[in-house]
T-cell receptor
């Protein structure tokens, strides 16, 4: 069973703090990794993609990938109340569908 | 405006009454896919299409049909809906069949089967 695991949360952080969201995956052959943000009642929106080991930064967001540990994370710096949402980790498994984790709910308090 | 359009957005129907949820994208994307989202189960893929006339099953295809006769359209057909198909459905598309993880999602269709 190919799986993508995330803590469901809620993860609560104060405004201005760093939010750290984690994801592990079971298939060592996975090559592509994605983070989606989903506001309540809305559709998922792609915020980061990462394809190689290391860090990838985009504004306040940093995605980190460690293929040896089968681990991908998303850091949100200077968290804002508008970042409160569910964050979905997704993994492209070769020859199979894009597998989504169940999501981590983030709550940023002002 | 680049978008994926789904219709209807909301639908209540009864068991056994055939229905179609339409999906259309205006971005000339190769790859299209249908997902359902259920509490506690997350997003699960129903069917996907790499290009015109090419479709394949995802994780939960039972009870659904799809077709891809034109590049822009990818309708989801429920021939005989049952209550366990009550769910929130999303259509999504991606520019290339080689980068299928960078998805644009439609707004979703909430289906209730009584």
């Amino acid at each position: 069973q190919k799986e993508v695991e995330q803590n469901s949360g809620p993860l609560s952080v104060p405004e201005g703090a760093i939010a750290s969201l984690n994801c592990t995956y079971s298939d060592r052959g996975s090559q592509s990794f994605f983070w989606y943000r989903q506001y309540s009642g809305k559709s998922p929106e792609l915020i980061m993609s990462i394809y190689s080991n290391g860090d990838k930064e985009d504004g306040r967001f940093t995605a980190q990938l460690n293929k040896a540990s089968q681990y991908v994370s998303l850091l949100i710096r200077d968290s804002q109340p508008s970042d409160s949402a569910t964050y979905l980790c997704a993994v492209n498994i070769p020859g199979a569908a894009l597998i989504f984790g169940k999501g981590t709910t983030l709550s940023v308090s002002s | 405006e680049a978008q994926v359009t789904q219709n209807p957005r909301y639908l209540i129907t009864v068991t056994g009454k055939k229905l179609t949820v339409t999906c259309s994208q205006n971005m000339n994307h190769e790859y299209m896919s249908w997902y359902r989202q259920d509490p506690g189960l997350g997003l699960r893929q129903i069917y996907y299409s790499m290009n015109v006339e090419v479709t394949d099953k995802g994780d939960v295809p039972e009870g659904y049909k799809v077709s891809r006769k034109e590049k822009r359209n990818f309708p989801l057909i429920l021939e005989s809906p049952s209550p366990n198909q009550t769910s929130l459905y999303f259509c999504a598309s991606s520019l290339s069949r080689r980068i299928t993880g960078e998805l644009f999602f439609g707004e979703g269709s909430r289906l209730t089967v009584l």
